[in-house]
Each structure stands twice: as structure tokens, then as C-alpha cells.
């Protein structure tokens, strides 16, 4: 006979009950798996950034220390103006032989020779050449140094400095490295005596362009991207609030407001160089605006920022609930009075995030700068934005296609630098928002 098995018997239900666990285990493990992609991502990413990180750290911490080599000058007047002509002619002292006061006090100071070239020579060579315009600058602001001996700490050669540092291998054959075993036996001498120390360098935020690493800074690039920061600022966000208010709150809904609406988005893509030959073509060319100067920069800074602080600033006046408005309205006050006193304070949080990320953004451009010229080798600090500048990323750029070892640490503490003011700037972001944000 043919057994009858009846649905609710064992027989039947065990076959369902296990193709639904089955179901509910693929889908654990298919929540597990996803996780662990999500996990594998992050970690990936954060294992870079470390990567990253540690690099220009390495590289980079150095650069904020300098050796100097302390040594008494003797400013003597025979040298500077024999023929004591400085009250008559001041240029006298521009063009004195300063670096014979260095080999002079070098002579002294390690007890060689002084008709001896050859080592005369690897000793100067330990000195910085900028110690020419460093001793310059010292006589001609106060020329009554003059018949004086003062001690002055000159900066060391950068391939004594990266030696001091510890980034030059000294037990290496002596014709595989730039610094002599002659050097590194007067390195020790003046160490011991105390004149070569190893301090915190104010310089690499101080002076300017220079083919010198020890003497090269950011000063220069600094104030220049502080010029043209302003210059974005006040353009950008007036202008973009403005475009941002009437599209969104007093613009006609048409095929007109819907295509300036796209193109505002799509000029958020637009790669940042195509901005450089705009800029180039309108404000150099056409225009004829002074080439490397912090104002043309500025302007194409301004021109690359707006969409970006356009797109924040309507998302965050869209986010103001319509109730504000209808009550507004409700009690009397005008249209304008409604946006500039009701709905715009309720969206300044947005606002500001958006436009410190698009500062943030333009600080850390290169490619359109380059385009316009803020490459020039630029050592004096300029005057005003018209004057002739550089930014610090162009900087950086600059440094990184040195070829000298001692301009890698410069690149990597100027990155150091450039990640701070960036940082700082996203923390005032977040401090902004979480300041003003106020909760409906």
C-alpha cells in the first residue's frame, strides 16, 4: 500500500523548515561578507593615509630645525669702506666683500692657514652663501657696527646642515658623499667649542625663494596665498550668497533658472586648470593685469570657488522648513525681510561650511596658479596683491623639482605646514556649524 504522509507529520514540514534556515544563513553570511568589505575598505584606506602621513613626517620634521655655526665677524673697516665713504655714498655698504669677513673669521676659528686655498676653501664652503646678504643687512642697519667685533650665527651649507641632521651616511667612502672628511673633522671641532649648534628654524616661515636650501622659506608663498585667500573671500561669498539667495528664493521656475542650475553643478567639475587658462586669456591677456600677482590669482581662485559655496548655500537655505517663511509672511514681514531676517540666519551654518571648504580647496590648487605665472622665483615680500607672488602649494611644486637632498625636507615641512592650515581650516568648519546650528 502506498503510505499516505499527512502535512502535518515531520516528514513534510522538516524539508521547508530547512530551506528557510538556509535562507536566513545566506543572508548572515552575505551581511557578514558586506561588513567585512565595508571593514577591508576602511582599513585600506586608513593604511594609506598612514602611509602617507608618515612620509611626509619623516621627511619633513627636520625641516624645522637649522644648524648654524656661531662665529665672531669682525666688521672690520678695511674691508667694509677703506676709504670711509659711507657717509657720502651709502652704497658702499651694499657692495662691500662680506664673504672675506666669514673666510677671515673661519680662519680663526679653526686654526688654518690662511695661504692655504684649498682648505680655506672647504672651510667656507661649510657656510651658507647667504651669509653675504646676512652680514649686508646687519652693517647697513646699523652702520656703526663698524670697527666691532660681534658674534653671529650664520647658517651652515645644507650639505653641512643634512649632515648635522644625520641624513648623510659619513661612513661611506668619502668620494660618495658631499661632505669631506676634512668638514666633518671641523664639524666635530666647532661642536665641541659650542659655535655649530642645531635650533628651531624661523626661517623656513620667514624668507623667500632661494636656490639655497638652508636660506629658502615660505614666507613669500605664505603671504601670497594670504592675498589671495581675501581676495576669494571677499568676492566669493557675497557674490555667491547673492546668486544663491535669488535662484532659490526669488528666480522663476523655468528652462532658463534650470540651465543656469546645470551649469552651475557641471562648473563644479570642471577641472581646476581649465579655470588657469581662463584666467590667463581673460585676465592677463585681455585685461592685461600683471602676471604672477596675488590679485590675478585671486580672481581665479574666486571664479573656481563660487559654484561650490552656490551648490552649499542653496542646500542650506533648502533646508530652512517652509514653516519659518509661511510665519514670517504670516505676521507681516516682506519678502526680503523674511530671507535676510528669518531664513538666511537659520541657514548661516551651511553657509560658512561651504565656504570654508571651498577656501580650503582653493588654498590647496596648484595647476590653475601655474598657468598665470605664480612660478616666478619671487625672494622679496610683496607690498600689495598687485605686486608679484607666489602661493605655498607652488611653492611645494617648486621645492619638489629640486634636485638638491637638502630641498626634500623643505617640501615635506612646507606639506607639514600646508596639512595644518588645512586642518585648522575644516576644524573651523565644524566649530562654526555645531555654533550656529540650530535644531527644528
Known amino acids: 500500500m502506498t503510505e499516505i504522509v499527512s502535512s502535518s507529520s515531520p516528514a513534510f514540514v522538516r524539508p521547508a523548515a530547512a530551506r528557510r534556515d538556509i ?9 557578514r561578507r558586506f561588513r567585512a568589505y565595508g571593514m577591508a575598505a576602511i582599513m585600506t584606506g586608513l593604511f594609506f593615509l598612514f602611509v602617507l602621513l608618515w612620509t611626509v613626517l619623516s621627511n619633513g620634521y627636520t625641516a624645522f630645525q637649522q644648524t648654524t655655526i656661531t662665529l665672531p665677524i669682525e666688521f672690520a673697516e678695511k674691508v667694509i669702506d677703506p676709504k670711509n665713504e659711507r657717509a657720502t655714498n651709502p652704497s658702499k655698504l651694499m657692495t662691500a666683500n662680506y664673504p672675506l669677513l666669514v673666510r677671515d673669521a673661519l680662519v680663526k676659528a679653526l686654526g688654518i692657514d690662511p695661504k692655504n686655498r684649498p682648505l680655506v676653501k672647504k672651510a667656507t664652503d661649510m657656510v651658507s652663501a647667504s651669509a653675504r646678504t646676512q652680514l649686508r643687512d646687519i652693517v647697513v642697519a646699523n652702520p656703526s657696527v663698524i670697527g666691532t667685533t660681534v658674534n653671529v650665527p650664520l647658517l651652515a651649507e645644507g650639505n653641512i646642515d643634512s649632515a648635522n641632521k644625520g641624513q648623510i ?12 672628511d676634512q668638514q666633518i673633522g671641523w664639524m ?7 659655535a655649530l649648534t642645531k635650533d628651531f628654524n624661523t626661517g623656513i616661515f620667514t624668507f623667500g625663494a632661494s636656490s639655497r636650501p638652508e636660506a629658502a622659506g615660505i614666507g613669500v608663498a605664505a603671504l601670497g596665498s594670504l592675498y589671495m585667500m581675501l581676495i576669494v573671500l571677499a568676492l566669493a561669498l557675497p557674490i555667491g550668497v547673492a546668486a544663491s539667495i535669488y535662484l532659490e528664493e526669488f528666480a522663476p521656475k523655468n528652462r532658463l533658472t534650470d540651465l543656469i542650475e546645470v551649469n552651475i553643478n557641471n562648473l563644479a567639475a570642471v577641472p581646476s586648470i581649465v579655470y588657469g587658462l581662463l584666467g590667463l586669456s581673460i585676465f592677463i591677456n585681455f585685461a592685461g593685469m600683471p602676471r604672477s600677482a596675488a590679485l590675478v590669482g585671486g580672481l581665479v581662485l574666486t571664479l573656481m570657488t563660487l559654484p561650490t559655496i552656490i551648490i552649499a548655500t542653496r542646500a542650506a537655505l533648502k533646508a530652512v522648513p517652509p514653516s519659518i517663511r509661511s510665519a514670517a509672511l504670516g505676521l507681516g514681514a516682506s519678502k526680503m525681510q523674511t530671507i535676510f531676517h528669518h531664513v538666511l540666519p537659520l541657514a548661516m551654518p551651511g553657509v560658512l561650511t561651504g565656504t570654508i571648504i571651498g577656501l580650503a580647496h582653493a588654498l590647496g590648487e596648484t595647476a590653475p596658479l601655474l598657468l598665470i605665472g605664480m612660478v616666478a622665483f619671487v625672494v622679496d615680500f610683496p607690498g600689495s596683491p598687485m605686486e608679484p607672488s607666489t602661493a605655498l602649494p607652488v611653492q611645494i611644486y617648486m621645492w619638489a623639482n629640486e634636485a638638491e637632498r637638502a630641498f626634500v625636507e623643505r617640501t615635506s615641512g612646507a606639506i607639514i605646514i600646508l596639512l595644518i592650515f588645512l586642518v585648522v581650516m575644516n576644524l573651523g568648519a565644524i566649530l562654526l556649524r555645531r555654533r550656529f546650528e540650530r535644531r527644528w
Do not use: F, H
Open 188 to 194: 666635530k671641532t666647532l661642536t665641541d667649542s659650542g
Open 23 to 31: 535562507g536566513i544563513k545566506r543572508r548572515y553570511a552575505a551581511e
Open 169 to 180: 651616511d659619513l661612513k661611506v667612502e668619502e668620494s660618495k658623499r658631499k661632505v669631506n
